[in-house]
């Protein structure tokens, strides 16, 4: 990334008073202090915005129990913020948003009246969406998405709703171009400051794009729809590395999302601050496969298996790849279970509760989406994708939106499949209708990726402005973020060239410059390595910026230091060539510093030397010895058996708690650094 590109957002020092998002601000004015003017009224706008829409949410913990409308009216409260992070920010009131009523009517009346309501109000959405509206519904606007269905062939018995949907985010807040660079979108064919084609995405269209959604739901805008995340918010831009989840946190509250699954990368800074963040938003957190061999209270209150959003009477599961465990810092007492057998649990308690509508978010993958689909017992009308960064749709090479699984046990029961790529490029909508027994009318329900690009000729969105609370919430974040990014940590003599995927097989001189920066950071340790998929970004050549550091290795992970013998080493480097070990996928290729691999022969180095792959006086190679034990430097990542590399290592030794910090003392310290290659096969 350029010096600089980190820009603030277009008109971001206009002062506007009024909330975009059609339910007021309930601030009436900005604030002045720092990151505290994003806050500024979110409290209150929150709450204005939970009136109107009128979620209410069913707690997992019992069975029988009715859900309670948010009510969110809320006092001052002391301001908190996560541990590492930056900003300001207010602690939701757990038991205000989760508590439960008792019943205090006797049964049989309960029941009647239940009956009664169940009627009254079914016969008013239907003859709400027959006519084409209904009181309090948003205004009318030339941009918004008309609900896809045919009100007139909507049966009495079914039930309509639109369901829009994000996933993997990885903290992307601002638009950007297909190299990842942040930029900022032409507008109606004019350019605003520095405006470009092909600038895609960014939190404030985003959210335009999602009210716009919202607002073509037919009955009562918000409240005529719902609202999901399918995880990993967490890791990849200088946003996460900053403030550690606190933008993700505000930002999933201001588009005042109605549930989100967690992703893996949301335990890459360990489970006690994923409680920590998860205390910061509002929405219920799904994960209904997070299993706790001992007590983690925190993170235990933080997590449910599933929801119900009582306005529409739909259940909605979490379900988390089993990956997790080795590609993440889950700690221990933590593990993923089998997701069908998680699944097929879940939908089993709703049914129990009398709830057929049943929505499932996903941070598996697409694949693995679809085997589940096939495989979990029937029930499940809708899975909302991440993990994969997929794209679906009528020229999409992964498949159609949606995507229609057969039920193995039942092939009548048909469960639709979605997913909407990744870093906030797309927003994805379905408009559901559910037959009685809860499966979906594949007739009748239909929908489409909406690509966020306001500058595109072809886009439905062409010309949508900004939302300016969004605008004003990301503020003094990208100010922070754009001071840090333009701060230099050395030069490049030439460009360092990104991997073209995680399994890349060529030799990097990327990654051989941060597995020098490794074994130079924990010497006398002569050996390092680490996964391709460590590696994201290029990095250019000229003025090494942190930015550009960031983007060329977005993740937050530990470096240590272990004892592996030559066996471990040898197995390392066959299944990374591989692609395979013990049946299982290896993720990712190999890059090294102190290893040399060439027509089957393995070369170790079994001296520390010079770093900058110059032979020199006193370095050492001989063959790699099975039995022998060398000193290695890692990602905690990779010792923790992550992408199926190793067997996670039993002892390892703390070198420093970043991966990042080493490679930007490295460059700092041998700048300009070179790109070099040991030619390894």
Same mark, same amino acid.
């Given at each position: ?14 002062? #506007? #008073? ?5 339910? &007021? ?14 806050? &500024? ?56 948003? =989760? ?25 008013? $959405? ?40 994000? @996933?993997?985010?990885? !903290? ?5 171009? !297909? ?5 900022? /979108?032409?507008?109606?064919?004019? /350019? ?39 995880? #990993? ?74 929801? *119900? ?6 259940? *909605?599961? &979490? ?27 879940? $939908? ?64 009548? =029961? ?27 009318? !594949?007739?009748?329900?239909? &929908? ?37 990014? $333009? ?18 097989? !060529?030799?990097?001189?990327?990654? @051989? ?26 990095? /250019? ?42 049946? $299982? ?39 790699? #010895? ?17 992408? @199926? ?37």
């Amino acid at each position: 990334m350029a010096d600089g590109s980190y820009i603030p957002l277009r008109d971001l020092g206009r002062e #506007d #008073d009024g909330d975009d998002s059609g339910s &007021g601000s309930g601030s009436g004015r900005e604030q002045s202090a720092g990151a505290a003017a994003a806050a &500024g009224g979110l409290v209150a706008r929150r709450a204005g915005r939970a009136g109107k829409r009128g979620r209410t949410t069913q707690s997992p913990g019992s069975e029988e129990a009715e859900g309670e409308a948010e009510g969110e009216a809320e006092g001052e409260e002391d301001p908190a913020e996560l541990e590492g992070g930056a900003g300001p920010y207010r602690r939701r009131d757990d038991e205000a948003v =989760w508590s439960r009523r008792a019943l205090v009517l006797p049964a049989a009346m309960f029941a009647a009246m239940g009956l009664l309501a169940l009627a009254v109000a079914a016969a008013g $959405r239907v003859r709400a969406w027959r006519e084409g509206g209904s009181e309090g519904a948003e205004a009318a606007d030339p941009r918004v998405f008309p609900f896809g269905v045919d009100r007139a062939r909507v049966g009495g018995g079914q039930y309509a709703v639109r369901l829009i949907h994000t @996933n993997d985010a990885h !903290a992307h807040f601002l638009p950007h171009g !297909a190299d990842g660079d942040a930029c900022e /979108p032409s507008r109606g064919g004019e /350019p605003s400051r520095g405006g470009a084609a092909g600038c895609v995405g960014g939190a404030a269209y985003a959210k335009a794009v999602v009210d716009q959604l919202r607002g073509g739901a037919g009955v009562g805008g918000a409240a005529g729809s719902l609202l999901v995340n399918a995880g #990993d918010e967490f890791e990849g831009s200088i946003f996460h590395v900053l403030f550690r989840g606190n933008v993700s946190a505000r930002l999933l509250n201001a588009f005042a999302y109605d549930a989100v699954a967690l992703g893996n990368h949301e335990f890459d800074l360990g489970p006690d601050h994923l409680a920590r963040y998860l205390q910061l938003v509002r929405a219920p957190a799904l994960c209904a496969n997070l299993a706790f061999a001992r007590a983690r209270p925190a993170l235990q209150a933080a997590v449910q298996p599933f929801a *119900v959003i009582d306005r529409h009477r739909i259940g *909605v599961i &979490g379900v988390l790849t089993p990956e997790t465990m080795a590609s993440s810092r889950m700690g221990p007492g933590l593990h993923v279970t089998d997701p069908v057998a998680a699944v097929n649990d879940a $939908r089993a308690r709703l049914a129990r509760m009398g709830i057929t509508r049943v929505v499932l978010l996903s941070h598996l993958g697409y694949d693995a989406d679809r085997a589940l689909a096939a495989r979990a017992d029937p029930g499940i009308a809708l899975i909302v994708g991440g993990h994969s960064h997929t794209l679906l749709g009528p020229n999409a090479t992964a498949g159609p939106y949606p995507t229609w699984v057969a039920s193995a046990a039942n092939p009548a =029961w048909q469960t639709a499949i979605v997913q909407a790529k990744a870093l906030g490029e797309y927003v994805g909508y379905l408009d559901l209708v559910f037959n009685d027994d809860g499966s979906l009318d !594949a007739r009748l329900t239909a &929908g489409a990726p909406v690509r966020v690009d306001v500058a595109a000729a072809d886009s439905p969105v062409r010309g949508l402005p900004p939302s300016r609370q969004i605008e004003r919430l990301l503020r003094p974040f990208v100010a922070q973020a754009a001071a840090y990014a $333009r701060q230099p940590v050395g030069a490049a003599a030439a460009e360092f060239a990104a991997p073209a995927g995680k399994r890349d097989p !060529a030799e990097l001189a990327l990654g @051989n410059l941060v597995a020098d920066a490794l074994a130079w950071a924990a010497r006398p340790v002569p050996v390092a390595v680490l996964g391709t998929g460590s590696l994201r970004r290029r990095l /250019p050549a000229g003025p090494v910026t942190r930015a550009a550091l960031i983007d060329a290795l977005p993740f937050a992970d530990r470096l240590v230091a272990a004892n592996v013998t030559g066996a471990q080493l040898r197995a390392l480097v066959a299944a990374t060539l591989a692609g395979a070990r013990n049946g $299982r996928p290896v993720d990712t290729s190999l890059q090294a510093a102190g290893l040399r691999w060439a027509a089957g022969a393995i070369h170790v180095r079994t001296a520390a030397a010079d770093y900058d792959r110059r032979p020199v006086a006193g370095e050492r190679w001989e063959p790699l #010895d099975d039995a022998r034990a060398y000193q290695v430097a890692m990602p905690a990542f990779v010792a923790a058996g992550g992408d @199926n590399m190793l067997d996670e290592l039993a002892h390892t030794v703390p070198v420093d708690e970043s991966v990042r910090g080493p490679v930007e003392r490295y460059i700092a310290r041998f700048s300009p650094v070179a790109p070099l290659l040991d030619h390894r096969k």
